[in-house]
């Protein structure tokens, strides 16, 4: 991770065959401890969106955000199939999608697709700390029902594995599908956050949350792992910025990445528990073992049309995380595309590099013609 290393890196560098992990574990949740004892900071002010967009329909847990001009009423729907990003559900919001002005992903494919949407997801109450993957997918099945029942798709980190589980699970509701930064097969290559997972008792995720009182508190989260760069040299190489780092323009964009920064989001319990023990312990979606709404998941039945982007040092998934998608699935070979961007997990979303580059090379695969995987089986 950029900068210093945070407590996490050294709690997991102690992880090792030295120290048990009962030790590691009592360590953690000492530091937990003196986290969750300070005062809880005021919350942050919302970050702004870089880019006009409407809130076509919102369901309390998550909004179906539309990105362009506000449309007419009256007006007769675009016949271009809809375009929808899924942002992660983590401790920071969806406005990594659309963090500033040249460092947006949601303006780099708004320059080649419309209708847009994103999702938003939003900052678990206490009543919905009981919250899991299939309420996820629920509500993603409502968005794809305002959509018109069928969209292409770009999942962003957790977003790309819900992304495959719901194609999975629902056949024919997305045609194109790109994975981002997504850790899928955990199995396939460490990564230090899963590293820290897999080394982390599941007792010790359950005490984090019950300190949170049924919540994964996102303010605390970000305090207890401090994963995020904060001087602006270091923003600097997370955005891949050509400006000065003394420049009023580059400057404005560290303040927008701080804004983003400072605005966490409270994760429910058993979302929170079910991804540490489902992904990051079991692997049960690399090894067909992941129920989803009642059926097993076999990422074998797969034939969309795929597209594969990892950052090639990516601290949070692994690139093999996310490439070794492309032997689970059943689309044809020649029907995935495995692109490696440059940097870390951040930049993946933000770099100005990456979004100019590998993002474009996504969007034109979305758009480029493409007889479906079936007809070339």
């Not at 997504?182 to 005490?207: H, K, M």
């Not at 303040?255 to 049960?284: I, Q, S």
Request: proline share 8%.
């Amino acid at each position: 991770m950029p900068g210093g290393k945070s407590f996490a890196q050294e709690w997991a560098g102690l992880v090792m065959p030295t120290l048990a992990a009962a030790e590691a574990g009592a360590l953690f949740m000492r530091q937990a401890a003196a986290v969750f004892a300070a005062p809880v900071p005021p919350p942050a002010p919302e970050p702004l969106w870089a880019s006009p967009n409407e809130i076509v329909l919102d369901l309390h847990a998550a909004r179906l955000r539309r990105f362009g001009p506000k449309v007419k009423p009256g007006a007769a729907p675009p016949a271009a199939t809809p375009l929808l990003v899924c942002a992660p559900f983590s401790v920071h919001g969806a406005q990594i999608a659309d963090l500033c002005a040249g460092h947006s992903l949601m303006q780099a494919l708004a320059a080649h697709r419309a209708p847009l949407y994103l999702v938003e997801w939003l900052s678990a109450r206490p009543d919905q700390a009981g919250r899991r993957i299939d309420d996820l997918l629920s509500d993603l099945n409502i968005f794809f029902d305002e959509l018109g029942g069928a969209a292409d798709f770009v999942g962003l980190c957790q977003g790309g594995w819900l992304g495959l589980i719901y194609a999975a699970r629902f056949p024919g509701r997305i045609g194109r599908l790109a994975v981002a930064g997504a850790p899928v097969d955990i199995e396939a290559g460490p990564s230090p956050l899963s590293l820290l997972a897999q080394s982390t008792s599941l007792n010790t995720f359950r005490e984090l949350v019950a300190l949170g009182n049924g919540l994964a508190l996102g303010a605390k989260a970000d305090r207890l792992w401090r994963p995020l760069p904060e001087s602006p040299e270091d923003i600097h190489g997370v955005l891949q910025s050509d400006l000065a780092g003394d420049s009023p323009q580059f400057l404005a964009r560290v303040e927008a990445f701080h804004r983003w920064g400072a605005r966490t989001l409270d994760l429910p319990g058993a979302y929170y528990l079910e991804v540490a023990e489902r992904f990051y312990k079991a692997n049960a979606l690399a090894r067909g073992e992941f129920v989803a709404l009642g059926k097993r998941i076999d990422l074998r039945a797969l034939r969309n049309p795929l597209f594969l982007l990892a950052a090639a040092e990516d601290e949070i998934a692994a690139p093999a995380q996310t490439m070794a998608c492309a032997d689970l699935v059943g689309t044809p070979s020649g029907h995935i595309v495995r692109h490696m961007a440059e940097g870390g997990h951040l930049s993946l979303f933000v770099g100005a590099r990456n979004l100019r580059r590998a993002w474009a090379d996504v969007a034109g695969w979305l758009d480029a013609p493409q007889r479906s995987p079936a007809q070339n089986a």
